[in-house]
């Protein structure tokens, strides 16, 4: 990646004594960054930032977020153009090459995918490894990484050839390997990709397709599928992206880093969120239940979270909630569900939360997980299976920032520091001395 930051007139910190002359970057849009590099070496002090809300880990050029304005853009072009006029596949282009593709181009990086959707014949032992009611997820940790030990001739991080193939195979193969983990829970028998299918058409039949009868595809779930994997493509700097670049720092292979962003992703609070979010729903039930449940949110001492609410980033609509709301309805009509009870509840939910002052001050708005849950139900998946298809859908964007990180010369191994309150020197007890 060739770096783009231009100079802005640096920055003076007195500290220790000392005042201190910090360079100060600006980026294509968004805000300037101070460059701390040398902090330690000249001033003797750590910056302290617990989860990094005022800390850039990098320079990039892939995903930029406006969390004021409730903007995303993959590459400059705004989300909800892409939800509408793009398919993943070309997403999947963009996000990883930096532009939209033309004919040729599009139709070559679509056969390159669909050239990798198969698994070795050996990989389908490691599920037999797993009980048929593990979670998906714990299923989706064990056997990404283990893609390592299948494509040795895509390992090797610095060859700009082997990082290409591993990232098209990391990408066709997800789905495959999600589609396993969910016919595995089922004790249902996998079914093999079929490469006349589009991305998302190849997903689902693989997902609900059975030897004993033809699998007809609903061009709606298909597309709502295909738009789905569009929202979850990429997000900047979020934890399991973090994640993956840390473990690449390193020198781990794409394979093994694309394996830590999965077991970040997985917690309640990031992708998690979409399984939570249901349960809430399904928790409260029925509108007549939310001011109580609400009430619970807003007690201090209550641990309750409104799941699918509040963003890091974002202090205003997450763009990406609006339009899976759009695609909520879409399905909903499609499978003939319009009036599906927990839809009324999260309308509700949300109409209620947007008045009420407790979020309004925290500036807490639906995030992408609020109506992602209602819309993969409705399309027959269990709850299970939420986060493993946010993972699907966030590999292009992991291995993007892998790709950009192993490209950019300024990057070396993550390693922050601390500050230390534990014991200062003492010297060893021997136990008989002890009280
Ligand atoms: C994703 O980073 C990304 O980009 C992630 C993601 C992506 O695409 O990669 O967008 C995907 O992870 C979306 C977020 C999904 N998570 C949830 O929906 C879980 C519920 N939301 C939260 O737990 C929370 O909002 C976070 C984790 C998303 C963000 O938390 P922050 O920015 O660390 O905010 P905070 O915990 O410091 O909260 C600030 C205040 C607190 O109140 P006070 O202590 O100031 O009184 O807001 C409150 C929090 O208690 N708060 C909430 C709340 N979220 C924050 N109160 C109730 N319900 C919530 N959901």
């Known amino acids: 990646m060739e770096s783009k930051i231009t100079k802005k007139p640096s920055a003076t910190l007195t500290v220790n004594n000392k005042q201190l002359e910090l360079p100060v970057y600006g980026g294509s849009v968004g805000p300037d960054v101070v460059d ?120 090797d991080i610095d060859d700009p050839k082997q990082r290409v193939i591993a990232s098209h195979r990391l990408i066709a193969k997800m789905p495959t390997i999600a589609a396993r983990a969910f016919k595995y829970s089922m004790g249902q028998p996998f079914i093999s990709p079929r490469n006349e299918l589009d991305y998302a058409s190849n997903f689902l039949r693989m997902c609900f397709a059975v030897p004993a009868e033809d699998y007809k595809i609903n061009p709606v779930l298909a597309r709502a599928m295909d738009v789905f994997f569009i929202l979850h493509a990429d997000h900047e700097q979020n934890a399991s992206t973090s994640t993956v670049r840390l473990a690449g720092s390193s020198g781990a292979n794409p394979f093994a880093c694309i394996s830590s962003g999965i077991a970040c992703l997985w917690g309640p609070a990031h992708g998690g969120a979409n399984e939570a979010a249901l349960k809430m729903l399904m928790e409260i039930g029925r509108p007549e239940n939310i001011p109580a449940f609400i009430d619970k949110v807003k007690s201090k001492d209550s641990e309750v979270r409104l799941m699918g609410f509040g963003h890091r980033v974002y202090k205003n609509y997450d763009p990406r909630a609006r339009a899976m709301q759009k695609l909520c309805h879409q399905v909903l009509h499609e499978v003939g569900d319009d009036n599906d009870p927990l839809l009324q509840v999260a309308k509700e939910l949300e109409r209620i939360a947007l008045h009420d002052e407790y979020f309004i001050q925290r500036k807490l708005y639906p995030n992408v997980d609020f109506y992602s849950g209602i819309t993969l139900k409705a399309m027959g998946f269990p709850m299970s299976m939420f986060t493993v298809l946010f993972a699907v859908a966030r590999t292009v964007g992991w291995i993007a920032q892998w790709t950009e990180m192993m490209e950019d010369t300024s990057q070396k191994i993550g390693r922050p520091r601390q500050v230390y309150t534990g014991p200062t020197r003492r010297d060893y007890v021997p136990c008989a001395q002890r009280k």
Request: some cysteine.
């Open 36 to 155: 701390i590099r040398k902090l330690y070496t000249d001033g003797k002090v750590f910056t302290y930032d617990p989860g990094f809300t005022s800390t850039a880990s990098c320079e990039s050029q892939i995903t930029y977020i406006d969390g004021d304005e409730g903007v995303l853009l993959y590459r400059g072009y705004p989300i909800d153009q892409l939800a509408e006029q793009s398919t993943f596949i070309e997403v999947c282009y963009l996000l990883a090459n930096g532009e939209l593709p033309n004919k040729a181009e599009l139709d070559r990086f679509t056969r390159d995918i669909t050239y990798h959707t198969m698994l070795h014949a050996q990989f389908d032992r490691f599920f037999e490894g797993f009980r048929r009611d593990a979670h998906p997820m714990a299923i989706m940790v064990g056997t990404v990484g283990a893609l390592a030990a299948f494509y040795h001739d895509s390992t």
